[in-house]
Structure formats: structure tokens, C-alpha cells
């Protein structure tokens, strides 16, 4: 198929950017089974700030949706302190 150099020059940018956006969506959820897999209360506390930043990261750069951070933010945090 015919690309004219733009659309190729897109293409590039556009694979590039969803590797980027997996990558942190990824460690994302890693982040959150390594939470979730936690039964110390300290150690949950101190892993809290660090993931909540990533998830408001994610969300401000729609690679998930808002709604979806706020609600993890919640479970996670209902989570936490039912340690």
C-alpha cells in the first residue's frame, strides 16, 4: 500500500507511542498485584503514594481512563486500610 512520507513518519510515532503507553500500563499492573498480594499494613502504606502517582499519571495522559484510576484509587485504598 502507497504511504505518502507523513503517513509513514505517523506510523512510526504511533508504534512508538503505544510500546510507550503498554509499557506503563504494564508496570501499572504489576504495581497492583504486588499490592494486592501484600498482608503487611506499613508496606502497603509505603507502596499507596508511589502507585497512586503512576495511576494519575496514566489518567492525565489517557492512556487509561479517569474514571477507571478513581476507581482503583478507591478499591486500593479501601483495601489498605482493611489491613
Not at 509513514?8 to 498480594?37: D, F, P, W
Not at 509505603?46 to 478513581?70: E, G, R, T, Y
Amino acid at each position: 500500500m502507497a504511504h505518502h512520507f507523513s503517513a509513514k513518519k505517523r506510523i512510526r510515532q504511533n508504534q512508538k507511542l503505544r510500546e510507550h503507553n503498554r509499557y506503563y500500563a504494564k508496570s501499572v499492573r504489576t504495581a497492583l498485584k504486588k499490592l494486592r498480594g501484600t498482608t503487611e499494613k506499613e508496606a502497603a502504606n509505603n507502596q499507596v503514594p508511589v502507585l497512586f502517582s503512576m495511576l494519575d499519571k496514566l489518567a492525565k495522559d489517557k492512556v487509561i481512563h479517569k474514571n477507571k484510576a478513581a476507581n482503583l484509587k478507591s478499591e486500593l485504598a479501601r483495601y489498605v486500610n482493611s489491613l
